[in-house]
C-alpha cells in the first residue's frame, strides 16, 4: 500500500503552496499607504486620520490602536437626512482582495478620541493597524490636511 505515503505527500505539496502559509504561520499581507491625520482643532481631543489600505487576500480592519490617542475607532460618514452623519463600524472594514480601500474625508475613516497631546502640522502618529487574518501593520501617518476626496481639485473638503 504505497497510496497513503504518496496521498501524504501531494497533501505536504499543495499546503507549501498555498497562499494562506507555508508551514511558517506567515498571514495574509495588507499594505497601508499615504497615511495622514489632521491636526487636533484647539480644544479639541479628537481628530481623523486616512490612509489607502490594500489586502492580498479579503480580509477585514477589526481595529486600530495608536500611543497618541486614548481609543481609535473605525468610522464611516454618510448623508442622512440631507445631514453629514458619522457612525462607528463596530465589525470593522471590508477590505476585498487587491482592491485598494481609502479612507478619506467625507467617507470611512480613523477616528482617534482622547488625543494625549495637541497634533500640529509636521507631527507623526503612530498607529497599529489589526485586521480579522492578516499580521497587524505598523503606520506612521503625518499630521497635515489631507486631499480632498478623489484629489479633484473643485471637490469641498470634508469635516474630517
Known amino acids: 500500500m504505497t497510496r497513503a505515503p504518496i496521498f501524504a505527500a501531494v497533501l505536504l505539496a499543495l499546503a507549501a503552496c498555498s497562499p494562506s502559509g507555508s508551514g511558517s504561520g506567515t498571514a495574509p499581507t495588507v499594505q497601508a499607504a499615504g497615511a495622514i491625520c489632521r491636526p487636533t482643532p484647539v480644544g479639541r481631543q479628537m481628530t481623523g486620520c486616512y490612509l489607502t489600505l490594500t489586502a492580498a487576500a479579503d480580509d477585514r480592519l477589526t481595529a486600530v490602536e495608536s500611543p497618541a490617542a486614548n ?63 492578516s499580521a497587524p501593520v505598523e503606520v506612521t501617518a503625518t499630521v497635515g490636511q489631507p486631499a480632498a476626496p478623489g484629489a479633484d481639485a473643485d471637490a469641498a473638503p470634508g469635516a474630517h
Open 71 to 133: 481609543l481609535v475607532q473605525i468610522h464611516e460618514s454618510r448623508m442622512e437626512g440631507g445631514m453629514m452623519m458619522m457612525r462607528e463600524l463596530r465589525d470593522g472594514l471590508a477590505l476585498p482582495a487587491g482592491q485598494a480601500v481609502a479612507l478619506e474625508p467625507g467617507g470611512n475613516h480613523l477616528m482617534l478620541l482622547g488625543v494625549k497631546e495637541p497634533l500640529v502640522a509636521g507631527d507623526t502618529v503612530a498607529l497599529t493597524l489589526t485586521f480579522a487574518s
